[in-house]
């Protein structure tokens, strides 16, 4: 398998559920983010790891907890969360940060809807 | 603030050319890319402009003028699967991709 992987595609859950999301990269990148798009608005960035580090984590609410245990793997923790986080969540990936003509990879996406 | 503006929806017929422009204002500049995502798909790169002038890449083309602070994607010979949405994004000095909302173009026969 090629490219970056997201499970699960869809997801429905209620405010009091626990869930997570994964992502899998296989392009040897040592990057990887998580983004929220909404219907007609900007890709939100998330949160950003390189080499498993946190190094980027943009006032996103702590029902949200990311985790990388190690380069090739991104998970997105969720737990109590909102009807309005329902969202489209995007994981990506990219060579490195801090390099500006390295392009981002990203998977298909997570479709989240809570109820 | 950092804002990045991009038309919300355009409208082109098969076979024609149609020009998606951006404006972008962010703290710094890493430059400005554009990406193409088809609905219900993951985003896909199409091009990246750090100095100023067209870059031409088969059908598509990318032009940036940073003293302007502007971008355009040009599309030409127009398919049908060139429907999607078009995604302008700018790299500011923190090398984080500041996103405009994106483009839907529709292709008509």
């Known amino acids: 398998e090629t490219g970056v992987t997201q499970t699960p595609r869809h997801l429905v859950m209620g405010m009091t559920n626990k869930k997570s999301l994964k992502c899998e990269q296989h392009?040897?990148?040592?990057?990887m983010y998580w983004y929220k798009q909404s219907a007609k608005k900007p890709l939100e960035l998330m949160f950003v790891y390189s080499l498993e580090e946190r190094v980027e984590n943009n006032s996103v609410p702590s029902r949200f907890s990311p985790e990388c245990p190690n380069s090739s793997h991104l998970f997105l923790h969720l737990h109590t969360l909102q009807p309005e986080d329902s969202a489209l969540y995007l994981c990506a990936s990219s060579q490195d940060i801090g390099t500006p003509s390295y392009e981002q990879y990203f998977g298909p996406g997570t479709r989240l809807t809570v109820t | 603030g950092q804002n990045i503006d991009q038309p919300t929806e355009m409208t082109a017929t098969e076979g024609a050319i149609v020009q998606i422009n951006c404006t972008y204002q962010?703290?710094?500049?890493?430059?400005l890319f554009w990406y193409q995502q088809h609905a219900g798909e993951a985003p896909t790169f199409l091009s990246y402009n750090v100095l100023d002038g067209l870059e031409e890449k088969g059908r598509f083309s990318s032009f940036l003028s940073r003293s302007k602070g502007y971008s355009y994607l040009l599309l030409k010979e127009l398919q049908m699967k060139d429907s999607a949405s078009y995604l302008c994004?700018?790299?500011?000095?923190?090398?984080?991709?500041?996103w405009g909302a994106g483009t839907k173009l529709i292709i008509k026969p």
């Open positions: 392009l040897g990148h040592n990057a």
């Open positions: 994004a700018s790299m500011d000095s923190n090398y984080q991709l500041i």
């Open positions: 962010t703290s710094g500049f890493n430059g």
